[in-house]
């Protein structure tokens, strides 16, 4: 568990605590940092929001990037709304998902040292999951 906070929290706070003026390259390269390890965690571990979060977030780096560049008009409070989307986009994202589905794609062949309910490894770099999922889940 500390790693996972480590692992995350490291680049939310660097997020939190950048300067605006700097923000064109932080965003970009937090997001692709965030979106990528999603990705490789849900292709790993098959943690269900991973499958959600990650793309979203190699999209949020690349509406940073254009807007940081000019190239997105998003108005004078651009950072705002991307920062808004980021953290409602991300709840919903981690949620939902898993809700609807439970935390981990169920694998039909799994390796004998795995448990099917935590089939991760590395299960402490998954991002915290929603704390409310317990008895929410549908299982098909």
């Keep these: 568990m500390l790693r996972g906070c480590l692992f995350w929290g490291i680049p939310i706070a660097i ?9 064109v390259i932080v965003w970009p390269t937090v997001l692709l940092f965030m979106g990528v390890a999603c990705l490789l965690n849900a292709r790993r571990c098959g943690c269900i929001h991973c499958y959600a979060t990650g793309p979203f977030f190699l999209l949020l780096a690349a509406l940073g990037l254009l807007y940081g560049i000019g190239v997105l008009p998003l108005g004078a409070r651009g950072w705002s709304a991307l920062s808004l989307a980021l953290i409602v986009g991300s709840a919903v994202l981690t949620c939902v998902p898993e809700w609807i589905l439970g935390r981990y794609r169920l694998r039909t062949r799994l390796p004998a ?16 999951s929603c704390p409310a999922i317990g008895s929410f889940q549908l299982r098909a």
């Excluded at 997020?15 to 923000?23: A, D, G, M, Q, Y």
């Excluded at 040292?113 to 915290?128: I, M, S, T």
């Design 113 to 128: 040292h795995r448990n099917v309910e935590k089939n991760c490894d590395f299960d402490d770099l998954c991002a915290p």
């Design 15 to 23: 997020l939190v605590i950048s300067p605006e003026r700097h923000f």
